[in-house]
């Protein structure tokens, strides 16, 4: 097994085990290894146990997952089929109900069985397949797109920041938020790359730090307290950070403390930009007060990272595993379709904010 996590694939199908391949991302950065997924509940506890994380991957993972839920569904009947397809679905959006790549790609998955009424459950079980590994290829296509568009927003030696993992192991390649430090990279644009540790889960400290690190950038780790300071001295020229949700009117739901970010970008004079496929935009979802924000165990604060506990017995613990932007924070989002500054109107047809 390799040890080099950029030679690794995030996700994949594994066809003959019939059996989602992760990595396990709770071990990094000390131990990259693989989990081999079977069953619904073994990937629904990946999911929610953040063994697979990120809005794209979520999303991929999903995909795959609800197909080798197909696979195990016995009857010929397309009634039931559909029936039992759908009662897997929904154990498995209950996973992580803020990243709505996580419904987006389930609603997919079950507008196949919807359309594909008529033909054999063998012919579904194949349809669903092919949908699952698009869903994956064209998560590629579209990070690789929005690492060019934010390309045209940066020049060769700035300081970007970045907060939580946004990167190649939040979706099957590239990033999001890092797409544009990866293209850099291959350009020798000589970015200066700053990422918070992002509490509680440390993810950029275990993950964004790791993989950037790992790719031969310029990587300097900070507390999340500590970007007020970088921007002070004048270190940080843009910020870049991902999301799991777009509210219809440009609100974002991202890692707790990204609002936090947006708002010291705001008061240094640092553009602050969002990138996310535009399947993370959400329609039904009016502003960023109607997204709903996931509780996390306060074990994750007061004991997870510690030898012993740091934190009084009993102590109250508030431990939203995200926060919302407000878009009049946000200089940009980008998507696979561009870079957009006005989130007035958003257009279902073209993707695109207009």
């Known amino acids: ?47 929610r146990e953040l063994q697979v994380r ?51 790609a389930l609603n997919r998955m079950e507008k196949i069985v919807q359309e594909a009424k008529g033909k054999s459950v063998p012919e579904i079980r194949t349809l669903l397949r092919d949908e699952a590994l698009r869903i994956k290829q064209e998560d590629i296509d579209i990070c690789k797109k929005i690492g060019e568009h934010a390309l045209t927003l940066v020049k060769p030696g700035m300081g970007l920041l970045t907060h939580c993992n946004a990167g190649q192991l939040a979706t099957a390649k590239y990033g999001t938020a890092t797409a544009v430090m990866y293209l850099g990279h291959q350009k020798g644009y000589n970015f200066k790359i700053y990422a918070d540790e992002t509490r509680p889960l440390l993810q950029g400290a275990r993950l964004t730090a790791y993989e950037l690190s790992a790719a031969g950038m310029d990587v300097t780790l900070i507390c999340d307290n500590m970007a007020s ?63 709903h924000i996931e509780q996390r165990a306060p074990e994750e604060v007061t004991d997870m990272w510690y030898k012993e506990r740091m934190a009084p017995e009993g102590i109250n613990v508030y431990n939203p595993a995200f926060d919302v932007t407000d878009h009049e924070l946000i200089t940009a989002i980008v998507t696979e379709n561009g870079v957009f500054n006005n989130f007035t109107v958003f257009s279902a047809e073209t993707k695109t904010f207009i």
């Open 54 to 104: 990120g809005a794209p991957a979520i999303g991929d993972a999903a995909a795959i997952g609800i197909y080798l839920a197909a696979l195990e569904i016995d009857t010929d009947d397309y009634g039931e089929f559909a029936r039992q397809f759908h009662e897997a679905a929904d154990y498995l959006n209950s996973s992580r109900p803020t990243a709505v790549n996580l419904s987006w």
């Open 229 to 291: 300071t970088v921007m002070k001295n004048g270190w940080i020229h843009a910020v870049f950070v991902g999301c799991d949700r777009v509210a219809a009117n440009g609100d974002v739901a991202n890692k707790i403390g990204t609002s936090g970010v947006a708002i010291l970008a705001k008061h240094y004079d640092i553009p602050f930009y969002v990138c996310a496929p535009s399947s993370t935009i959400d329609l039904s979802t009016p502003t960023g007060a109607d997204i």
């Open 1 to 47: 097994m390799t040890t080099n996590i950029l030679d690794m694939e995030t996700l994949a199908l594994d066809e003959e085990e019939h059996a989602l391949v992760i990595i396990d991302q709770t071990k990094l950065p000390n131990k990259a290894e693989y989990l081999r997924l079977k069953t619904q509940g073994e990937i629904w506890t990946a999911i």
